[in-house]
C-alpha cells in the first residue's frame, strides 16, 4: 500500500486484445454505431436490508446496482454494458495505435489503472511490459492512490458516471425482456443483444418511464447446486435454462 508504482505507456497493444470494456450508454452508443458488438453482464446480490453506511465497499455495491426482486427476495443487481471483441479491437490499427484515439472509452484512457476503488493496481496482473514501469517513469500510483492526473480524473468520471447511470441501465433491462442474473461472485450471466434492438433500447431510455419499461422480477442462474438450494430456500427465483452448452443469446460465465 505505501509502495510508489511509475508508469509509462509504451504503445505496446497488448491491452488492446480479447476484452469486455465495460462502456457508458453513451459510449455503447457510439461502438455499435462504428460496427461493435455489445452485451449486457449481469449479476444479483441478496439484499435482505440496507447495510450500515459506514460499510464503504457495500455502499459502492449499492451504488452501482439497482433494486428489484427475485421471488420473495430483495435483491440488487448490477449491469454492466459491455463492448466484447476476441481477438484485437476492431479500433486497433496495425502499428499498434488506436484508430479511434478521440472518441476511446473512458476505460480506455484508465487502464492500467484499476475502475473499482476497492482493486489495487498490480503491475504483475497487467498486459503492459517490464519497461512500462521502470523507476525512471513518473510516478503513476502513491500509497494506494492513483496520482497521474489524466487517469485520475479519468477514473472518477467513469465512477461518478456509473453510479449516475444506473436507472437508465434498469430500464435497458426492462426494454429488453432482460431478467436473469448470475449470484453476484460466483459469475455473469451474459446476455447478446442484436444491435439495432440494443441501440433502440439505448435511444429510449431517456425517455420511457420506469414503470412503463417493465417488471422487474429476476431469475439467478447458478452451476451450484448448493447455491441453487439456498437461493430457493430463501424464496429466489432460480432459472430452470440448461446452459450446459452455452451458446446462443444468454450465456452464463461460471468463475
Ligand atoms: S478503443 Fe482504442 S484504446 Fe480502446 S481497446 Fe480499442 S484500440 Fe485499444
Ligand atoms: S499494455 Fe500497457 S504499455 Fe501496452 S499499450 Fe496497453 S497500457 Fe500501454
Redesign the pocket.
Known sequence: MNKTVHFS???????CHNLRLPLSLGEATEWLRRGGDVQLFCEAIPWPQEPDPGNLHAQHKRGRSFSANSGDLPIRVVVSVVASFDGPCPHLLPDMRCGAYEVRPLVCRI??AEVNPFIELAPAF????SD?WATYHPAFLVAGQVVDTVTALASEKFRVNDFREVSKRAKLCALLRISTASLANEGFVIHSIDGEAMLDALSRVDTVLAEDAGASDWDFVTSRAATRGTLLEIGARVSDLDFTSNKGPMQYLAF
Open positions: 505507456c509504451t504503445q505496446c497493444g497488448k491491452c487502464y492500467p497487467k498486459a503492459c511490459p512500462a
